[in-house]
């Protein structure tokens, strides 16, 4: 059994930072591509930024110069650096990784997190 947890999420008025933090625990042998995405009302979900096991890093146009990702190995955790917010950063944000359990390859997902950015 895998599980992924999220937390950092809240409210911040525009301009402002929030850093977002999700680890993995459970049977794990390899964890692989580590990734946030992020749903807004009425919206689809969609990626935001991944991380490799190498660290090779991916953001969405949107997101670019202003959020950072980054993952701690040894921890099997992932964060999301979120800075210069914009309201049109509000979304529940979710946490994705690409998990060997030897048994099998899998996505999983966290339960997700809100972020509100308002003034």
């Known amino acids: 059994q895998v599980q992924l947890v999220e937390s950092g999420g809240g409210l911040v008025q525009p301009g402002g930072s929030l850093r977002l933090s999700c680890a993995a625990s459970?049977?794990?042998?390899?964890?692989?591509?580590m990734g946030w995405y992020r749903q807004a009302p009425g919206k689809e979900r969609e990626l935001v930024a991944s991380?490799?096991?190498?660290?090779?890093?991916n953001y969405a146009d949107s997101v670019e110069g202003r959020f950072t990702i980054s993952r701690d190995n040894p921890k099997n955790t992932v964060y999301l650096q979120m800075n210069s917010l914009k309201p049109e950063d509000t979304a529940v944000y979710y946490c994705?990784?690409?998990?060997?359990?030897?048994?099998?390859?899998?996505?999983?997902w966290g339960q997700g997190t809100q972020v509100t950015v308002s003034s």
């Open positions: 459970g049977s794990i042998f390899r964890i692989n591509t």
């Open positions: 991380i490799t096991k190498t660290s090779t890093t």
């Open positions: 994705n990784a690409n998990i060997d359990t030897i048994t099998r390859i899998l996505d999983y």
